[in-house]
């Protein structure tokens, strides 16, 4: 009998355990509609104010702004994308891998040099970076309790004034592109300094009418795009986060399910040879009895 109280404890417990990951999973599933329509809801202004600055920076001769220098990477920062939390599949352990490769492929001299910086948004970022002793700026772990833009900006702003400061060359951004709630696109794209895109025969030139002017207009627009640059990526991967971890419990749910399923065989099956034991002994001891 020992061994069917072991097996009928385990069921209590996964039992206990797909309860959780069932709430897990509608929490997600609530928070994600919220997500998904902050990004879809940003998406058209982000896209429309980065082709109105490509249109109105193609017909303006260079540009004075401090953040489209294009320097050479001496110092760079990496900006990665994590969440607070974990039970979200390999959300976390694929963007921080992401940002890995990216420092290993494309910044390894500057990494043996000591000059790539993290900034991390996301518990798990943070503290993988800085058990490995990265040079890791800040601690941005409440942005995710509080999340819009004007926190948002802030983390951008200090971004942005260590570029215009020279002390940054380079700035690229690691996260999850939402797609949908099981698929996360990883993307690594540079947010400083902004270059300006490549024209195309496919696009129509608008004609814009542009008061007060060309130059102060790009003036404006540029810190404006940077920082909804960040803030896009920084919905994209909390709508994403929300995703993978409804995807995650959703499945870890169902393989509850089964393991269940699985313990009650067996259980019955145990139960099922301890009774026949116990008759052959009943049978056993009448037939001795009668014989004697």
Known sequence: MANLKEVRNRIVSVSSTQQITKAMKMVSAAKLKRATNAIV????????????????SASVEGSDSPYTQDRVPNKVLVVVITSNRGLAGAFNANAIKTANNLIADKYADQFAKGDVSIVAIGKRGQEFFARRNFNVIGNNNELFNNLDFANVS?????????????????????YNQFRNAAVQILTAEQLLPLLPEEKTNDVAELDYIIEPSKEKIIE?????????????????????????????????????????????????QARQAAITTELTEIVSGAAALSNS
């Open 154 to 174: 802030k983390v951008t702003e200090f971004i942005m004034n260590e570029f215009k400061e020279g002390n940054i060359d380079r700035v690229e951004v690691v």
């Open 220 to 268: 404006e627009l540029i810190p404006k795009a940077i920082k909804i640059q960040l803030f896009k990526a920084v919905l994209d991967s909390n709508a994403s986060e929300h995703g993978a971890r409804m995807t995650a419990m959703d499945k870890a749910t169902e393989n509850a399910g089964d393991l269940i399923k699985a313990l009650k065989l067996s259980y019955n």
């Open 41 to 56: 809801q940003l998406r058209p202004y982000a896209n429309k104010l980065r082709d109105i600055l490509a249109q109105v």
